[in-house]
C-alpha cells in the first residue's frame, strides 16, 4: 500500500537558520504531493503542493519539489522565524485511485528568537 | 468561504455519554472523513465518506458511529464515551483522489 514517510522531530532551530524536512514515499499510481501545516491549536491547512514529478511546489518562503526518481518531497526554506513554528505533515494522494490520502506522522518545529 | 465547519469546538463528557460531532462542508465535496490526533500518534483515519449513503471505516473505527445523508454533512457519533476517546478530532473533506483536502478547526474531546 501507499505509506509516507517523514523525519522524527522535534527540529529546533534557531531563528533565520535553513530548514529541512524530509518526506518519502511510496505509491501505486501517480500521486500527488502534499506539505500541510498545523499551528498550535488549529486544524491542518495546505502548505503547498505538487502534482507531476520535477513540480515545485512553493507558498511563504517553503518550497518543495517531486523527485520522482528518490521518491521524495522535501520541504526547505531558506531562513526560518519563530513564526513558523508548528508542526508539519507530509502527504499524498493519488488520483483516480483511492479516496484516502496518506499522511506522515508529522514533524514539529520549533524555532528560538 | 466557510470551507469545513466544525461544532462543537470543546466538549467535556462523562465515561458513558454519548455525543455528536457535526462536520459540515460548502465545496460539495464528495469525499469527507473524521481523523483523530493523538500525542505522537499522528492523524488516525476513523471513518470516511465517498458520497452520500456510502460510509467505510478506517484505521480505528470502533466506538464511532457515521452517517452521510447529504453532501455537506458527515457527523460522527460517539456511542458510549469511554476515556479512551480522549483526543481531539478533525473532519476533512476533498474532491477526491489528488485534490487538497481541506480540514476543519478541530474539536476537542475530553471523557472523564
Known amino acids: 500500500g501507499d505509506s509516507v514517510t517523514q523525519m522524527e522531530g522535534p527540529v529546533t532551530l534557531s531563528e533565520e537558520a535553513f530548514l529541512t524536512i524530509n518526506c518519502t514515499y511510496t505509491?501505486?499510481?501517480?500521486?500527488?504531493l502534499f506539505w500541510y501545516v498545523q499551528y498550535p491549536g488549529e486544524g491542518l491547512q495546505l502548505l503547498l503542493k505538487?502534482?507531476?514529478?520535477?513540480d515545485k511546489g512553493s507558498n511563504k518562503g517553503f518550497e518543495a519539489t517531486y523527485r520522482k526518481e528518490t521518491t521524495s518531497f522535501h520541504l526547505e526554506k531558506g531562513s526560518v522565524q519563530v513564526s513558523d513554528s508548528a508542526v508539519y505533515f507530509c502527504?499524498?494522494?493519488?488520483?483516480?485511485?483511492?479516496?484516502?490520502?496518506?499522511f506522515g506522522r508529522g514533524t514539529s518545529l520549533i524555532v528560538h528568537p | 468561504n466557510a470551507g469545513v465547519t466544525q461544532t462543537p469546538k470543546f466538549q467535556v463528557l462523562k465515561t458513558g455519554q454519548s455525543m455528536t460531532l457535526q462536520c459540515a462542508q460548502d465545496m460539495n465535496h464528495e469525499y469527507m472523513s473524521w481523523y483523530r490526533q493523538d500525542p505522537g500518534m499522528g492523524l488516525r483515519l476513523i471513518h470516511y465518506s465517498v458520497g452520500a449513503g456510502i460510509t467505510d471505516q478506517g484505521e480505528v473505527p470502533n466506538g464511532y458511529n457515521v452517517s452521510r445523508s447529504t453532501t455537506e454533512d458527515f457527523p460522527l457519533r460517539l456511542l458510549s464515551a469511554a476515556p479512551s476517546q480522549t483526543s481531539v478530532y478533525f473532519c476533512?473533506?476533498?474532491?477526491?483522489?489528488?485534490?487538497?483536502?481541506?480540514f476543519g478547526e478541530g474539536s476537542w474531546l475530553t471523557v472523564v
Open positions: 505509491a501505486t499510481g501517480y500521486p500527488s
Open positions: 476533512a473533506s476533498s474532491g477526491g483522489g489528488g485534490n487538497t483536502i481541506y
Open positions: 502527504a499524498l494522494s493519488v488520483s483516480g485511485g483511492s479516496y484516502i490520502p496518506t
Open positions: 505538487a502534482t507531476k514529478a520535477d
